[in-house]
């Protein structure tokens, strides 16, 4: 009996040190759990705010971002006695994002963090692992969700034949003067180039309204673009008739490239920013005793 009690008592002994060990790795695995999802979070956050520079400043200026978030509040979210190592970021071009990258000022339209961290353990190091290495990466694109809404902006601008007279108020680049048709291209490319949304869609209309068969002359101007007559003729009445419009651009992106006016662009040929002058003052019906005189606009 004396020596089943003993053989009882040895059994008790290790299976408390067996239940012991086992709880104090269940502790640690569930401290390296909650470590680990601090280490991502952190990481999620340093990506997005490197990711809101990506489209209107520099790389340098993204990267500087999320590394001043991980080594600041990101870092400061872990448990005591764990260490974050440097932070590994690099910029993504994505071909299928929303943003193309070749629109950002940073080139890139995705950023990616990578951390790592050693955890120290408690209960584990008693069977000689005293530190346990844990990662974490994350992905973020420029404009994602939770940004800020998207403008849909549409310009309309004046091309009657009054917007062929100087603006003395309104200088050139070269100090030059500019017709006050180019004086409103002019504050319609600055609007452009100062858009700080990734994503937003501006359009162009004019008044009065074109034929809509040769509006293109408003931004085609190389041997390669569509065959369109030389000139067109404004619309006879306020009323848009068939085959007229206002709108010479539609709503659209891809007005920047590389965070500068995109001369590519319809738009920002249309305003004057590509190798042909753009839209021009076209006029409008001009009563005579005899018949409205149609002022015709000429191929820039």
């Avoid at 991980?70 to 872990?78: K, L, R, V, Y």
């Avoid at 120290?120 to 939770?146: D, N, R, Y």
């Avoid at 034929?211 to 569509?226: H, I, L, N, R, V």
Wanted: glycine share 12%.
């Amino acid at each position: 009996m004396k020596r089943q009690r003993g053989a009882v008592g040895v059994m008790a002994a290790f299976s408390i040190i067996l239940l012991l060990g086992v709880i104090g790795l269940a502790v640690d695995a569930g401290y390296l759990f909650y470590c680990q999802k601090r280490l991502q979070t952190a990481t999620d956050a340093a990506a997005l705010a490197g990711a809101v520079d990506l489209w209107t400043n520099s790389f340098a200026t993204a990267q500087a971002n999320a590394k001043a978030y991980t080594a600041g509040q990101g870092n400061n979210s872990m448990p005591p006695g764990v260490t974050v190592s440097a932070a590994t970021i690099t910029g993504l071009q994505l071909t299928n994002a929303q943003l193309p990258a070749s629109g950002a000022v940073s080139k890139y339209n995705a950023i990616q963090v990578a951390q790592q961290a050693t955890v120290p353990l408690t209960f584990a190091s008693v069977f000689g692992f005293k530190s346990i290495q844990i990662a974490a990466s994350s992905k973020a694109a420029a404009g994602g969700a939770g940004g800020p809404a998207k403008y849909n902006v549409m310009i309309i601008l004046d091309t009657t034949a009054s917007m062929n007279t100087t603006d003395s108020n309104c200088p050139g680049p070269k100090k030059q003067s500019l017709s006050r048709l180019q004086c409103a291209q002019q504050a319609a490319m600055t609007l452009l180039t100062n858009l700080t949304n990734a994503g937003d869609n501006v359009g162009l209309m004019v008044f009065p309204p074109v034929a809509g068969s040769s509006k293109e002359t408003d931004f085609s101007c190389g041997s390669s673009q569509q065959s369109i007559a030389s000139s067109y003729s404004a619309v006879a009445t306020g009323v848009v008739t068939s085959g007229a419009t206002y709108q010479v651009s539609g709503l659209a992106s891809g007005f920047l490239k590389n965070g500068a006016a995109n001369t590519g662009s319809s738009i920002v040929q249309a305003l004057g920013g590509g190798s042909c002058g753009g839209i021009q003052a076209i006029g409008g019906w001009v009563r005579s005793t005899l018949k409205p005189l149609l002022r015709r606009r000429r191929h820039c």
